[in-house]
């Protein structure tokens, strides 16, 4: 087996990403995008192996020196970081040319790359126009249109995708075997949305009752955001004390929620990531014109995007609100 195929799914990005490292025209940069829990990291680990891998046939081979060390993150030329100032990219920059590796390449990791301010991105940039050989950059973010259009036009953009149902279930419980009943497992996988990540942390009680909390937020909020009444404004107002980030994963989980509404508007049998079933978003999508739902899935868009720019989060929730009205009427 190919060890690339401990990623589930995104089977796209496997074929692809596997091909051009084994013929060594990979890009020095990367933007893997996807929704929390796709496997963004898990991608950059098993390219980072892949990169570095002296073993023979597809690769990573999983058994080399190099290998075995990125797989248990114990490598030295593979750095996971998160950055968010200027001066922490001016530090980064000076180990660039130094030259320590103990293999072919050193690859730097940069999680949560939306957080980098303006000011980080453009000293960035200069590493990314000019990148000193045998660097690669793998840029992880949930919202790729964070970054600057002259990063992203530098780097090759991957997408790690939600999963459906059936795939985590099996994943789950033949890779995992969690000693609990397919039922509680079904419901896992159902309250994950797609998410692998989200679904092995709901093994772990604690963080199921926090994943559980975000869908009730997310379904409350929708169906808020549809209202549009005064009880809607007071629901917005009690979720404006949640810190930015929390209220980006719950923005972006709205975002699915209002996707399975109006991806079944259109037809009946499609996929659902957010709904067990297709009862509750098929009576949603029935009480609100195409429009208004296209509205409300814009305005989320937006809000998300006002989040990264550090606007405030009260005045950015109640946008939804106005801009969704405003377009939807
Ligand atoms: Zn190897």
Same mark, same amino acid.
């Given at each position: 087996?190919?060890?690339? %195929?401990?990623?589930?799914?995104?089977? %796209?990005?496997?074929?692809?990403?596997?091909?051009?490292?084994?013929?060594? @025209?990979?890009?020095?940069?990367?933007?893997?995008?996807?929704?929390?829990?796709?496997?963004?990291?898990?991608?950059?680990?098993?390219?980072?192996?892949?990169?570095?891998? +002296?073993?023979?046939?597809?690769?990573?081979?999983?058994?080399?020196?190099?290998?075995?060390? *990125?797989?248990?993150?114990?490598?030295?030329?593979?750095?996971?970081?998160?950055?968010?100032?200027?001066?922490?990219?001016?530090?980064? @920059?000076?180990?660039?040319?130094?030259? &320590?590796?103990?293999?072919?390449?050193?690859?730097?990791?940069?999680?949560?790359?939306?957080?980098?301010?303006?000011?980080?991105?453009?000293?960035?940039?200069? !590493?990314?126009?000019?990148?000193?050989?045998?660097?690669?950059?793998?840029?992880?973010?949930?919202?790729?249109?964070?970054?600057?259009?002259?990063?992203?036009?530098?780097?090759?953009?991957?997408?790690?995708?939600?999963?459906?149902? %059936?795939?985590?279930?099996?994943?789950?419980?033949?890779?995992? @075997?969690?000693?609990? &009943?397919?039922?509680?497992?079904?419901? #896992?996988?159902?309250?994950?949305?797609?998410?692998?990540?989200?679904?092995?942390?709901?093994?772990?009680?604690?963080? +199921?009752?926090?994943?559980?909390?975000? @869908?009730?937020?997310?379904?409350?909020? #929708?169906?808020?955001?549809?209202?549009?009444? !005064?009880?809607? *404004?007071?629901?917005?107002?009690?979720?404006?004390?949640?810190?930015?980030?929390?209220?980006?994963?719950?923005? !972006?989980?709205?975002?699915?929620?209002?996707?399975?509404?109006?991806?079944?508007?259109? %037809?009946?049998?499609?996929?659902?990531?957010?709904?067990? +079933?297709?009862?509750?978003?098929?009576?949603?999508?029935?009480?609100?014109?195409?429009?208004?739902?296209?509205?409300?899935?814009?305005?989320?868009?937006?809000?998300?995007?006002?989040?990264?720019?550090? &606007?405030?989060?009260?005045?950015?929730?109640?946008?939804?609100?106005?801009?969704?009205?405003?377009?939807?009427?």
């Amino acid at each position: 087996m190919n060890i690339f %195929d401990s990623l589930i799914g995104n089977d %796209d990005i496997k074929k692809n990403l596997g091909l051009a490292i084994k013929e060594k @025209r990979f890009s020095h940069a990367y933007i893997i995008e996807g929704s929390a829990g796709t496997g963004k990291r898990t991608v950059a680990r098993l390219a980072s192996a892949a990169i570095l891998c +002296s073993g023979e046939g597809s690769l990573p081979c999983g058994k080399c020196q190099p290998c075995r060390k *990125v797989l248990n993150d114990n490598c030295a030329d593979v750095r996971f970081l998160e950055i968010t100032k200027v001066e922490q990219v001016r530090e980064l @920059r000076q180990k660039l040319y130094e030259s &320590s590796a103990e293999y072919d390449y050193k690859i730097y990791i940069i999680t949560n790359a939306e957080k980098m301010n303006i000011k980080a991105q453009n000293a960035l940039l200069i !590493s990314l126009e000019e990148p000193p050989p045998n660097v690669v950059f793998f840029l992880l973010t949930t919202d790729a249109s964070a970054l600057l259009e002259t990063i992203r036009s530098r780097a090759q953009i991957l997408r790690t995708k939600l999963l459906d149902k %059936d795939t985590v279930f099996s994943y789950i419980k033949e890779a995992i @075997r969690p000693s609990i &009943s397919d039922e509680t497992l079904m419901e #896992i996988v159902i309250s994950s949305a797609g998410s692998l990540g989200y679904a092995l942390d709901m093994l772990d009680e604690k963080k +199921s009752n926090e994943v559980l909390l975000l @869908r009730k937020n997310a379904l409350e909020l #929708i169906k808020a955001i549809l209202k549009n009444n !005064s009880d809607s *404004v007071s629901f917005m107002l009690s979720l404006s004390n949640q810190t930015r980030d929390s209220l980006k994963e719950l923005i !972006s989980l709205c975002v699915t929620v209002i996707g399975d509404i109006i991806l079944l508007k259109k %037809d009946k049998n499609a996929p659902l990531y957010f709904f067990p +079933s297709p009862a509750e978003p098929i009576e949603l999508g029935n009480k609100y014109s195409l429009v208004k739902l296209l509205a409300v899935y814009d305005s989320l868009l937006e809000a998300r995007d006002d989040l990264n720019s550090n &606007s405030a989060t009260a005045l950015t929730l109640m946008s939804i609100l106005t801009n969704s009205k405003k377009k939807g009427n």
